[in-house]
């Protein structure tokens, strides 16, 4: 793939290479020893002879961000710290968002590319300019790559689509080929090894769906692009889960690894000495959601396919944009935990998609809005409106006075749940019909007022 950057930028950022080259510095010593001994286990530790290449040094702070990087050079580490690195940093954030680079390349390659060159150029190893050092280095980098996200639990009949993700079954026999493939060549020892670690990942994959997709990128790219864009059509897809509809259970429908899926561990303890343990899941209902073909079906009667729609045009008007914002925190419901958290989180969704501006009135304007929108008998529209100011009670408490949603008040949560889903669900199937969020709440007012 052949990336084309702008002449007079391509003399701007050769320009603010040789500036960072002025910057290196020697490293800061930061000999910080650990407050008492830990006596966490140390499942493996590396000697010297068996560091492959050169070592790379560097330190990040309390939020995991990296704010220095060094080389070795003369015996000693030099690179960038502080307000150094800080600049270095800004030249390689702007080279990584050139648009023919966005997608393609990710921030992390650029700055170790980038690095690379500082490093051969302070050596006196090369004297190429930094974009006719980096452009093609860049470049070899990028292949077209299909990448497959496992998803915790989720089983399929057959593989469907949501916006540009394909979700699909991992398959024994995928694993069976893979195990295969690594073990040719390798002893006995290594092949029960390797069979041990492909035991555990039978456990998590196999016969689990995963998200796929098709990227052309450089392969720590392509992972944060599928990451991001997986995760965010399997919020939509959740929008059909059955525990949107109950609130006591949960949604464990995620990324494998981010499952929210509550254990514990109790250990029982005599004289100083564990006498034995126990590990069980808090989390109640199934852990896992079987979409089989009937189901997908009424999946994409009930909006699926619409929703597909949507996203295929996701930019082409406001209320589109703004429909697919909600279901994302309309999803976030059915992975909370607690009956509070779910009612917030559904009353933003419902507040969002039904108030015209800051300055109108929730209780009103939203509870009628929305019994307007779902039903045409009188007493139906009551019931709803009554509803809806009882969960907004239940909000201004937990918001205000920190009084959670209790026991006694499931059944008025699990309506609002109902009510709230329902509504999505008409939204999906007509937001092709307006334009902006103000034309669809108009057509409500309008029913209202008929």
């Known amino acids: 793939m052949v990336l084309s950057i702008h002449p007079d930028a391509i003399v701007n950022f050769n320009k603010k290479g040789e500036e960072i080259l002025s910057l290196i510095a020697d490293a800061k010593e930061t000999n910080q020893a650990p407050s008492f001994p830990s006596q966490v286990f140390v499942s493996h530790s590396f000697k010297a002879h068996e560091i492959i290449g050169e070592m790379k040094y560097g330190e990040s702070d309390f939020k995991g961000d990296e704010v220095s990087r060094y080389f070795e050079h003369c015996g000693k580490l030099v690179g960038f710290n502080g307000d150094n690195y800080i600049a270095f940093d800004r030249i390689c954030v702007a080279i990584q968002r050139i648009p023919s680079l966005r997608e393609a390349i990710s921030l992390k390659v650029v700055k170790d590319e980038v690095f690379e060159w500082i490093k051969l150029r302070h050596k006196d190893q090369i004297s190429q300019s930094l974009l006719d050092f980096l452009l093609p280095r860049l470049e070899s980098v990028i292949k077209e790559t299909e990448v497959w996200i496992p998803i915790f639990g989720m089983e399929i009949e057959s593989n469907f689509s949501v916006g540009r993700v394909l979700f699909q079954t991992i398959t024994k026999s995928m694993i069976d080929k893979w195990f295969t493939e690594l073990i040719k060549g390798k002893s006995d020892e290594e092949v029960n090894k390797l069979k041990e670690y492909f035991d555990k990942e039978r456990r998590q994959i196999q016969g689990f769906a995963a998200g796929t997709m098709i990227l052309m990128a450089d392969p720590v790219r392509v992972g944060e692009i ?196 329902r509504f999505l669900c008409l939204v999906i199937n007509n937001t092709n019909s307006f334009q902006t969020k103000l034309q669809m709440i108009n057509a409500i007012e309008n029913i209202k007022f008929s």
């Open 226 to 421: 599928a990451l991001y864009e997986i995760e965010r059509m399997l919020n939509l897809l959740r929008f059909f889960e059955p525990t949107n509809f109950h609130p006591s259970i949960s949604s464990h429908c995620a990324i494998l690894g981010k499952q929210h899926l509550q254990t514990t561990n109790f250990y029982r303890v005599e004289n100083g000495r564990i006498i034995g343990s126990t590990k069980s899941i808090i989390d109640k209902g199934s852990t896992h959601w079987r979409i089989n073909n009937s189901f997908l079906e009424i999946m994409k009667l009930s909006g699926l396919d619409k929703l597909n729609s949507l996203l295929a045009s996701e930019k082409s008007s406001e209320l589109i944009t703004l429909v697919i914002d909600t279901l994302q925190t309309y999803s976030r419901a059915g992975l909370a935990k607690t009956y509070s958290d779910k009612l917030v989180y559904l009353l933003v969704a419902l507040e969002t998609l039904l108030l015209k501006d800051d300055s109108e009135s929730v209780q009103q304007n939203v509870g009628e809005r929305l019994a307007f929108a779902l039903e045409k008998e009188t007493e139906k529209r009551k019931r709803i409106v009554k509803n809806f100011k009882d969960i907004y009670g239940m909000r201004s408490k937990f918001v205000h006075h920190g009084n959670n949603v209790d026991v006694e008040q499931v059944n008025t949560l699990s309506e609002f749940m109902m009510n709230t889903w």
